[in-house]
């Protein structure tokens, strides 16, 4: 059915009807009627999110084709006025309003997939605002190809992996216009500062992205090595006056820490003509040309060192490394966190990994390797060994992206997929939301 048909026959009375229908709504008696309360209702604020997209649009066209110049007077620009009137309609500042008429209009017209997850309930309202953000230099092709890249796998993002895509297909799918862009902010690279009214300053940096990662890098090694040394000040604390110290030059008799910055490319992009784009462990993507430009200046000065990842070539999976270990630290840690992007594992969480899990325990038996390994952060692994929590490896056999499976306390299914490793197309999800509802109601039936 035409979306515009179906909304048609839903008058606004009936609208303001279901919303005291559901503002009158009781809680469920048990905590898994409760869960199922609360995933059905977040799939009607996203249906309800894609039907104000479609209605704000449609809101916009109709007064485009109104005569605005009637008096004579000096008007402002329409868009202003539409989106004054859907920012009162919506109980948002009129800038918001202008904004939601805009990003609705992008979504309906050049993103039609992204507002289909919408209103299916795969993504929240903010996260396809943020993929109709993140297009916006694109040209309406591109728009539409990066739709097509994106639509298989926006089930099950957090905001953080979901950029970190958006970002990844604008890279493969408008190559040199992403990398004109990315050379011209380079070159826009400034430091600003403004005091504060308590007494303190903010010193802001725009850097390139790697050298961010190498300035993110060596202050976290001088907070590790100041806790080691049993430092009272807090980790800010040892940022704020690490960083001062290194560009005033007043180093009080510290050495400097050296860092190490992980730039993982495919080979099809650094010796070919791919442009798939590469990824700066901890940090982001960045486009290839711009890639091969720092691993030769990092070779010319004799500063880089390459090592081969071992990938499948269907799905870029990331499988083998050249050296090993027994335990999660030295290079297996470096493994995981490279095979998991630095991003905690647990779906929907975008910490960065604090801690090299076993999926398995190893009181239960697992054993203490890659294929039994996962990045998760320090809350989500505590969380992890709560009662009536399991997880375990799908078909640890594969040669495919790493996979886990678990079950929560309450029976809720959940399912994590390591991200591809630059050189695919990128990630499918092979199960789709009604299939993982499905699995839930089996597993609570059984």
């Known amino acids: 059915m035409d979306p515009d048909e179906s909304c048609a026959t839903i008058v606004p009375g009936e609208l303001h009807a279901l919303a005291d229908l559901l503002g009158d709504l009781a809680p469920g008696s048990a905590p898994v009627d409760h869960l199922d309360q609360l995933e059905a209702l977040e799939r009607i604020k996203s249906a309800a999110a894609a039907a104000q997209a479609l209605v704000a649009a449609t809101l916009a066209d109709a007064t485009d084709s109104e005569d605005a110049a009637a008096s004579g007077r000096r008007t402002p620009p329409r868009a202003m006025s539409v989106g004054a009137e859907v920012a009162l309609a919506t109980l948002a500042s009129p800038y918001a309003g202008e904004q939601r008429v805009l990003l609705s209009r992008r979504l309906r017209d050049h993103l039609p997939l992204t507002l289909a997850a919408l209103r299916r309930g795969e993504l929240t309202e903010h996260r396809a605002f943020a993929i109709a953000r993140e297009v916006a230099h694109l040209t309406s092709e591109q728009r539409t190809r990066v739709d097509n890249d994106l639509a298989p796998r926006l089930a099950g993002l957090g905001d953080v992996r979901l950029r970190d895509a958006v970002r990844r297909s604008c890279l493969t799918h408008a190559a040199e216009s992403e990398t004109r862009r990315c050379r011209r902010a380079r070159a826009d690279r400034r430091v600003t500062s403004r005091a504060l009214d308590d007494g303190t300053g903010q010193l802001t940096a725009v850097?390139?992205?790697?050298?961010?990662?190498?300035?993110?890098?060596?202050?976290?090694?001088?907070?590790?090595?100041?806790?080691?040394?049993?430092?009272?000040?807090?980790?800010?604390?040892?940022?704020?006056?690490?960083?001062?110290?290194?560009?005033?030059?007043?180093?009080?008799?510290?050495?400097?820490?050296?860092?190490?910055?992980?730039?993982?490319?495919?080979?099809?992009?650094?010796?070919?003509?791919?442009?798939?784009?590469?990824?700066?462990?901890?940090?982001?993507?960045?486009?290839?040309?711009?890639?091969?430009?720092?691993?030769?200046?990092?070779?010319?000065?004799?500063?880089?060192?390459?090592?081969?990842?071992?990938?499948?070539?269907?799905?870029?999976?990331?499988?083998?490394?050249?050296?090993?270990?027994?335990?999660?630290?030295?290079?297996?840690?470096?493994?995981?966190?490279?095979?998991?992007?630095?991003?905690?594992?647990?779906?929907?969480?975008?910490?960065?990994?604090?801690?090299r899990d076993h999926v398995t325990r190893a009181a239960d038996g697992g054993r203490t390797e890659a294929s039994n390994g996962q990045g998760l952060c320090e809350r989500c692994n505590y969380v992890k060994e709560s009662p009536g929590w399991t997880s375990w490896?799908?078909?640890?056999?594969?040669?495919?992206?790493?996979?886990?499976?678990?079950?929560?306390?309450?029976?809720?299914?959940?399912?994590?997929?390591?991200p591809p490793a630059p050189g695919g197309d990128g990630c499918v999800v092979d199960y789709s939301p009604v299939e993982l509802r499905l699995a839930s109601s089996y597993t609570l039936a059984s």
């Open 393 to 418: 490896v799908a078909d640890p056999g594969q040669t495919g992206r790493h996979e886990v499976h678990g079950v929560t306390e309450h029976l809720r299914i959940f399912r994590s997929t390591a």
């Open 207 to 355: 850097l390139p992205i790697e050298t961010l990662s190498a300035v993110r890098a060596a202050l976290d090694a001088e907070v590790a090595a100041a806790r080691a040394s049993g430092d009272a000040r807090t980790a800010g604390q040892v940022r704020a006056d690490t960083l001062a110290a290194r560009i005033t030059g007043d180093e009080t008799g510290t050495d400097a820490v050296p860092v190490r910055v992980d730039l993982v490319i495919a080979v099809e992009s650094l010796f070919g003509d791919g442009t798939e784009p590469g990824h700066v462990t901890g940090a982001g993507h960045l486009p290839a040309a711009l890639c091969i430009d720092l691993v030769r200046r990092a070779s010319h000065a004799a500063k880089a060192t390459l090592r081969r990842l071992f990938v499948t070539p269907g799905d870029r999976a990331l499988v083998a490394m050249e050296s090993a270990s027994r335990r999660f630290d030295g290079l297996l840690a470096e493994f995981l966190d490279l095979r998991d992007a630095g991003t905690c594992r647990t779906p929907g969480c975008n910490a960065a990994i604090r801690h």
